[in-house]
């Protein structure tokens, strides 16, 4: 069962949350011993087990795919990714000799979308998002045409039919039903879009939620957390990541300004105070209606489990999100997490159970829900007893790694009956 050597193919390793849950779960299958490697473009790590493909071509590639994206110079914004380019990965690929390959997020130029039927090896292809069956978005916002054939895209704006999303579906389309592929989705959500894609109606779907490591990501003492990030001990602090994340309405903090903003009209004022993690304090102050902390970005699994642990509650108010790693790294530390009832947090945060999931997207409900949490000290302490016990029960790598086993195995004994 240890015996099977799984290739992991991702952009980076552990320079973005998507990265570090790919590096995650390849550790987590080392650590049950399995024989895994990573194939990263950028490499950010010391890991041996780690390998960075250095040719010229792979370090100008992020600048030179994103040329068809010039035709389009009215588009909305948003990730988009049409993976034209040639890349050198097939030849490093074969040198390792893999059982299966676990792809992640290939974008950025990474992989060509043809090169993946080249590989004729058993995938396993892990959904960080919803690139994998679109024209090339990587979150499709309100837009279905995924579950046509893409086209006439909204985030290229752009009214032809034949576009350059069509020309990436149509791509796609060909390349992806030679592949002998298992999918698997980070959330019930997530299983639910791609189900519903034109691309994998009739593909086998697994859910594993992404992992951590929970002797890692554990709850520190407060006052201790507070002290190392100097962080004041006689106020309830509220957290939120991300903050660059303002441009990007996904995220959803254009919901969170006003909510603040309500909170803060409230007896609270007084009580509460914010910390920011993954931004320092811009130059030009935002009015978030409460003293705020920007502790900048934390790029260490122990300086984030200790503002996790230093924060009384932690606010996720993403609209669309594949997964939700904040949510799912807070809860581990004890800390209860206030989200939308919807996409993939929805799987990670049980209403009133250790946290509570705010009708989608009512602000004032956001509110009710920081108060919710804040406002009765026995019942917290039952959510931060029960946030926990879900990381154990459900986000602990070698829980994730046990089930990603069990799929390879899966796709292993189906490609030899082929």
């Known amino acids: 069962m240890g015996e099977i050597n799984v290739l992991h193919l991702n952009e980076s390793d552990i320079d973005n949350g998507g990265a570090r849950a790919a590096y995650r779960l390849h ?24 390998m960075a493909e250095k040719s010229p071509l792979t370090k100008l590639s992020p600048s030179i795919s994103r040329l068809p994206l010039r035709r389009y110079p009215n588009r909305a914004g948003g990730m988009f990714s049409s993976q034209w380019l040639p890349d050198v990965f097939f030849t490093r690929v074969q040198q390792n000799h893999p059982d299966v390959i676990n792809l992640h ?9 043809e090169t993946l039927a080249k590989f004729q090896k058993p995938l396993v292809w892990t959904l960080h998002d919803m690139w994998v069956f679109t024209g090339g978005c990587h979150y499709t916002e309100n837009c279905e045409n995924y579950k046509a054939s893409c086209g ?15 020309w990436v579906w149509q791509r796609k389309a060909k390349t992806w039903k030679a592949l002998d592929l298992i999918l698997v989705a980070t959330s019930s959500w997530m299983a639910e879009c791609a189900r519903a894609s034109s691309m994998f109606k009739d593909t086998r779907i697994e859910v594993i939620p992404l992992g951590l490591n929970t ?3 554990k709850p520190h003492h407060r006052h201790f957390a507070r002290e190392a990030l100097n962080l004041p001990h006689d106020k309830q602090l509220v957290l939120f990541g991300a903050l660059t994340g303002t441009s990007d309405r996904r995220k959803g903090f254009y919901l969170l300004l006003p909510a603040l903003q309500r909170l803060c009209q409230t007896g609270w004022k007084d009580k509460i105070e914010l910390v920011i993690f993954g931004a320092s304090q811009p130059e030009k102050a935002i009015d978030l209606g409460f003293k705020t902390h920007y502790v900048g970005r934390l790029n260490d699994d122990l300086s984030l489990a200790l503002v996790y642990s230093a924060a009384d509650v932690m606010v996720v108010p993403s609209v669309q999100e594949a997964f939700g790693q904040t949510a799912s790294e807070s809860l581990s530390c004890g800390t209860p997490v206030v989200a939308f009832n919807a996409t993939g947090v929805k799987d990670i945060v049980d209403h009133q159970q250790n946290g509570y999931l705010a009708t989608p997207f009512e602000v004032d409900d956001l509110v009710k829900g920081i108060v919710w949490i804040l406002e009765d000290d026995e019942r917290y302490q039952k959510l ?8 154990l029960r459900e986000f602990a790598s070698e829980v994730q790694a046990y089930r990603y086993l069990k799929v390879y195995q899966d796709v292993i004994e189906k490609s030899k009956k082929l």
């Open 105 to 113: 997020w290939i974008c950025n130029g990474y992989l060509q979308i």
């Open 27 to 50: 550790e987590g299958l080392r650590s049950i011993g399995c024989q895994s490697k990573m194939l990263v473009r950028a490499k950010f790590s010391n890991n041996a087990t780690v």
């Open 215 to 217: 002797n890692q990501y």
């Open 152 to 166: 006439s895209c909204p985030q290229l704006n752009s009214n032809r039919d034949k576009d350059l999303s069509r």
């Open 384 to 391: 931060c007893y029960q946030a926990r016990e879900k990381s």
